[in-house]
T-cell receptor, first 112, second 114 residues
Framework: GNSVTQMEGPVTLSEEAFLTINCTYT??????LFWYVQYPGEGLQLLLK?????DKGSNKGFEATYRKETTSFHLEKGSVQVSDSAVYFC???????????FGPGTSLSVIP | GAGVSQSPRYKVAKRGQDVALRCDPI?????LFWYQQALGQGPEFLTY????????KSGLPSDRFFAERPEGSVSTLKIQRTQQEDSAVYLC????????????FGPGTRLLVL
């Protein structure tokens, strides 16, 4: 079946460090891929998405590229801030009308 | 405008009690979803409504779970005879159309069953 795997957290970084959170997926066909972010005490928010191979999603300095050959969608940011501390979820959906499959989440803490 | 709201935000129930969790989606959103998020896990799909029609309830873990959206706006998730394994955060999300890609999530209801 369809599934999403993420690197285990928690991840702790110093401010201005480079961030990578790995995400790989298993799915037939060409799913759409997403990163959601959950700040403390808040609901999940869509951070970025990519709908086809080689697409790059970007938002708020975060980027992720849809790699069909490696079935990956790794999240990156060049310089993290304390305000980026949150839980990040990688997710996929096979078609617009299928249910969204979420990964287990990766907790990020950024220290000053 | 207002986002998705959920109430209560926290609920403590004794094992065997019935609970009702409410979701107010964004006005005009056709689709509404319920998810269960266990501690340290990602959300898992429970059920999906398009307007008042429950089109998919394949994720409901047992017949103790029941959801409704009688007028196509507010939805209630009811759990009968709660068990400790029901302890989780219950998330509601809505989207403007049938597409499940872009969903707006509420803050969730944290349920603790003692």
């Amino acid at each position: 079946g369809n599934s999403v795997t993420q690197m285990e957290g928690p991840v702790t970084l110093s401010e201005e460090a480079f961030l990578t959170i790995n995400c790989t997926y298993t799915a037939t066909g060409y799913p759409s891929l997403f990163w959601y972010v959950q700040y403390p005490g808040e609901g999940l928010q869509l951070l970025l998405k990519a709908t086809k191979a080689d697409d790059k999603g970007s938002n708020k300095g975060f980027e992720a590229t849809y790699r069909k050959e490696t079935t990956s969608f790794h999240l990156e940011k060049g310089s993290v801030q304390v305000s980026d501390s949150a839980v990040y979820f990688c997710a996929l959906v096979k078609t617009s009308y299928d249910k969204v499959i979420f990964g287990p989440g990766t907790s990020l803490s950024v220290i000053p | 405008g207002a986002g998705v709201s959920q109430s209560p935000r926290y609920k403590v129930a004794k094992r065997g009690q019935d609970v009702a969790l409410r979701c107010d989606p964004i006005s005009g959103h056709v689709s509404l979803f319920w998810y269960q998020q266990a501690l340290g896990q990602g959300p898992e799909f429970l059920t999906y409504f398009q307007n008042e029609a429950q089109l998919d309830k394949s994720g409901l873990p047992s017949d103790r779970f029941f959801a409704e959206r009688p007028e196509g706006s507010v939805s209630t998730l009811k759990i009968q005879r709660t068990q400790q394994e029901d302890s989780a955060v219950y998330l509601c999300a809505s989207s403007v159309d049938r597409a499940q890609e872009t969903q707006y999530f509420g803050p969730g209801t944290r349920l603790l069953v003692l």
